[in-house]
Nanobody, 124 residues
Framework: QVQLVESGGGLVQAGGSLRLSCAASGRTFSGYHMGWFRQAPGKEREFVAAISRSGSRTYDADSVKGRFTISSDSTKNTVYLQMNSRKPEDTAVYYC?????????????????WGQGTQVTVSS
């Protein structure tokens, strides 16, 4: 089992930048593909970005492509989400998730472990 703790959320103005962190503990970090999801009030949880367990492959949702970057540091058991050029529609609770499957997934139900989430608010 792996425990995930997100940090770095907060209030940022449109156009600004923010970096989220997700610290993993428990089983070997490198055994999981890692993903970021977000959920705005009244909306379903949606995929944001994912990174393979090796760190060699990344996947981004179309809505954040070119603005957000996912990365990982296995020495720190941490995955990051760098968010640039923020928009008000990026406002949501952001969740980190771990997937023990063979492939990198973009659907929330395919992830095994979740963090508690961190609130990100973008003001216009």
């Amino acid at each position: 089992q792996v425990q995930l703790v997100e940090s770095g959320g907060g209030l940022v103005q449109a156009g600004g930048s923010l970096r989220l962190s997700c610290a993993a503990s428990g089983r070997t970090f490198s055994g999981y593909h890692m993903g970021w999801f977000r959920q705005a009030p009244g909306k379903e949880r949606e995929f944001v970005a994912a990174i393979s367990r090796s760190g060699s492959r990344t996947y981004d949702a179309d809505s954040v492509k070119g603005r957000f970057t996912i990365s990982s540091d296995s020495t720190k058991n941490t995955v990051y989400l760098q968010m640039n050029s923020r928009k008000p529609e990026d406002t949501a609770v952001y969740y980190c998730a771990a997937d023990s499957g063979q492939k990198v997934h973009i659907r929330a139900y395919e992830y095994d472990y979740w963090g508690q989430g961190t609130q990100v608010t973008v003001s216009s």
